[in-house]
């Protein structure tokens, strides 16, 4: 395995997340699931995740909204189970096929948000958009696509957006190793000592040159970056999932 490369992956992933709001998962997911293998690529973005929303909470915790961030969260771990008990009985190649399918129709529903979704009020859309989130987080490590839905729907502030997914990001990847982990989903047993320096040390590089980007790089360029970059990876992971389940 070649740590420049997990090194640069999580980088990318980090720095966008720290221009738009989002990126680490979007980015790093569906690529680290390809090269480290779905189970083991998607438990690494999670715990990548929390270090990393953990760290950027803390640069933005004055523009979160707490209020909405309570009752996202506390819904979460309903979507976790389910995805952690599906990793437990599907084949490589299904979860492959899965991950690739749930990604794109996630991403091109959060493309469409932006321009076609009414505004909503009910007080169950919240709710809602924290379960989807548990599930796809838990699943293929992206909580962002189902948020974005729901923050466009409510036509929700996008500097309050962007920083009150932190902590959503840190509670949401928390969640998702520890139901995997102890659902037996997943483990830490076959994963490399070097993977976590390299990717540590890609997320503290990612978040400090995306702290200078974010004074010349609005949040809107870097989130299209960071969609762009993510359609292709589960395109990747879909195509990996299916010529699985063909030759298999």
């Known amino acids: ?29 569906p690529i680290l699931a390809v090269v480290l293998g779905p189970i083991e690529g998607i438990l690494v973005s999670n ?83 924290g379960i989807a989130a548990g599930f796809m987080n838990t699943l293929a490590a992206v909580s962002a696509p189902a948020l974005t839905v729901y923050a466009q729907a409510t036509r929700w502030e996008q500097r309050s957006f962007s920083a009150t997914l932190q902590p959503i990001f840190l509670m949401a990847g928390i969640i998702s190793v520890v139901v995997k982990v102890f659902g037996g989903a997943a483990n830490f047993g076959d994963t490399g000592f070097w993977i976590w320096p390299a990717g540590i040390a890609g997320m503290i590089c990612g978040i400090l040159i995306g702290s200078v980007l974010s004074h010349r790089i609005d949040s809107a360029t870097g989130r299209k970056f960071a969609l762009t970059v993510a359609t292709v990876g589960a395109a990747v992971v879909l195509i990996r999932g299916i010529s699985g389940l063909v030759s298999g």
Not at 1 to 29: E, K, T
Not at 97 to 119: D, E, R, Y
Request: hydrophobic residues 60%; charged residues 10%.
């Open 1 to 29: 395995m070649d740590l420049a490369a997990i090194f640069s992956i999580v980088f990318l992933g980090a720095c966008v997340q720290r221009v738009s709001g989002m990126g680490l998962g979007l980015v790093a997911g």
């Open 47 to 129: 715990v990548l995740a929390v270090i990393n929303a953990s760290l950027t909470t803390g640069l933005r915790r004055k523009d979160v909204d707490w209020g909405q961030f309570a009752i996202i969260s506390s819904v979460l771990v309903i979507g976790a189970v389910p995805a952690a008990w599906l990793l437990t009985v599907a084949d490589t190649p299904v979860v492959f096929t899965l991950v690739g399918v749930l990604l794109l129709a996630a991403l091109c529903l959060s493309t469409l948000a932006q321009a076609h979704i009414p505004p909503v009020k009910n007080k169950a859309a919240p709710l809602i958009a």
